[in-house]
């Protein structure tokens, strides 16, 4: 069987849309149902083991949340190797080039796909191999100059790392460029060092990503020990080596796909686990589906279902909490993205082969890091999909797909979007019961505000 023939049978395994859900109970409706209070409100408490069944129900529901947010804490990077799921093959590479090879390293992926634990977990690795890591973040229009200066900082306070004041006072308080940087690491530093470098998809501007560039090139030519790990999303990280064709002989590039079903699957249960919570197979299953390689997307999903469980009073997830979680996940991401998402619902009305292409375009862009519209194309056409549907499936999603800086290749400006497109599409969620961001979300957020002051 070809490639393309697998892929097809696999695509099709995933995208099998499940029976429309709305014959389904609204927890929500139900009448005295915990489930009508607002998933923000309400103190938090301090963590109790176990919630107790002998408190009231509103301490036991706050409490119980509070150690639902910490299990499944969808904000934070993992703290170390032991809860990072997958990633091996990551690490592996990561490890190989920057730390063996002297390579300079880039982590790309999109939104949420757990860049920067990954960073995190190579930088605890450099370190116990003897490295010093030190970590930025990079952001807006910051020029070169502010970017590098805090490494220097950092490196002054270092005992016995080799850089004295008087070496780079000039810098602390001129610009400079990346051949003076260069130089005075190459000079002064002597031990494996590396720079994390994280969100450098946020600098925007053009001469500080040139010069970053310039950075990398230069300390490899001076064969300094002073390594760069830049992490980012995917188009702007080839941005930075397309203007630098020569830099790829010293750049690993590591990118940040799907982790696979299984694993998210584990990880949810170690999450469950956590929360006091336990979960059918099934719901463990379709959550994991669900999330489409998506550490993030995995958490938030689980952490809504697990919210629904205990709104319900409940401490054992079922598919009909799955339901409802999910719906909750939907209506959370609409209300920060609510052009997406409502967008996401005008696409569930257009034909159904366009609406199938649709799917694979959001599945391309949730297991790889970017989407290659030759490949997609590729793939539609073995399915039988003509380039008409095709075409108008891109055109569909040209509010929210862009095509990037490197032919035929596109992305989301919302990077969390294509989940919730295959939430809809298969019937995860039914799109009746979504309810559109509005007058309703805003009253709620006013009413919290005023009840906050
Ligand atoms: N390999 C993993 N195993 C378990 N959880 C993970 C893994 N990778 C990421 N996560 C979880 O997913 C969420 C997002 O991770 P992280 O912040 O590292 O992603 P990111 O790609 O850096 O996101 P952003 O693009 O927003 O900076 C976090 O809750 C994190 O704990
Ligand atoms: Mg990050």
């Known amino acids: 069987m070809s490639f393309f023939a697998r892929l097809g049978n696999w695509l099709s395994g995933l995208l099998d849309p499940e029976p429309p859900l709305s014959s389904l109970p609204d927890l929500r409706a139900a009448p005295g149902n915990a489930a009508s209070v607002p998933a923000h409100s309400g103190p ?22 509070t150690r639902i947010h910490s299990a499944f804490d969808a904000g934070m990077p993992v703290e170390n190797r032991a809860g990072l799921a997958g990633r091996a093959r990551e690490l592996d590479r990561l490890v190989e080039a920057v730390l063996e090879h002297g390579k300079h390293g880039i982590v790309f992926g999109a939104r949420g796909s757990g860049k920067t634990s990954l960073a995190r977990v190579f930088g605890d690795m450099a370190d116990e191999a003897g490295a010093t890591v030190l970590y930025n973040l990079a952001g807006g229009d910051i020029d070169f100059s502010e970017l590098c200066r805090p490494y220097l900082v950092e490196l002054l306070s270092i005992p016995g790392e080799g850089i004295r004041r008087v070496d780079v006072q000039p810098l602390l308080t001129a610009p400079f460029d990346a051949r003076q940087m260069a130089t005075i690491l190459a000079e002064k530093v002597r031990r494996p060092t590396i720079f994390v470098l994280d969100e450098f998809d946020r600098i925007e501007t053009h001469a500080t990503k040139t010069e970053m560039a310039a950075l990398m090139k230069l300390l490899s030519d001076m064969r300094s020990p002073v390594r760069i790990v830049a992490v980012g999303i995917a188009a702007n990280l080839e941005d930075l080596i397309e203007g630098h064709p020569s830099l790829r002989r010293h750049i690993v590039s590591v990118p940040i796909g799907g982790i696979e079903t299984e694993q998210l699957k584990a990880l949810l249960v170690r999450c469950c686990d956590a929360a006091g919570l336990t979960i059918d197979d099934d719901a463990a299953m379709k959550i994991a589906r669900s999330a489409v390689g998506s550490p993030y997307h995995l958490r938030l999903f689980g952490a809504n279902c697990a919210i629904a469980a205990s709104r319900a009073g409940r401490d054992h997830i079922d598919d009909t909490l799955v339901q409802q979680g999910l719906l909750d996940a939907y209506s959370e991401w609409g209300a920060l993205s609510p052009r997406a998402a409502a967008l996401v619902v005008d696409l ?47 055109a569909a999603l040209s509010p929210i797909l862009h095509a990037s800086a490197i032919e035929g290749s596109y992305y989301f400006d919302d990077t969390l979007a294509p989940q919730f497109y295959l939430l809809v599409y298969n019937r995860r969620i039914d799109p009746a019961r979504i309810k559109p961001a509005g007058f309703d979300d805003l009253r709620n957020i006013l009413e919290r505000g005023v009840r906050d002051q």
């Open 44 to 65: 938090i408490a301090a963590i109790p083991a176990r919630p107790a069944p002998a408190v009231s129900p509103s301490r036991s529901l706050s409490s119980g949340r």
């Open 348 to 394: 569930q009305r257009l034909p159904k082969p366009t609406a199938m292409a649709i799917a694979v375009i959001c599945l391309a862009a949730a297991m790889r890091t970017r989407i290659e519209r030759d490949e997609v194309t590729l793939v539609l056409n073995e399915d039988g999909h003509d380039d008409a549907t095709i075409a108008a499936a891109f």
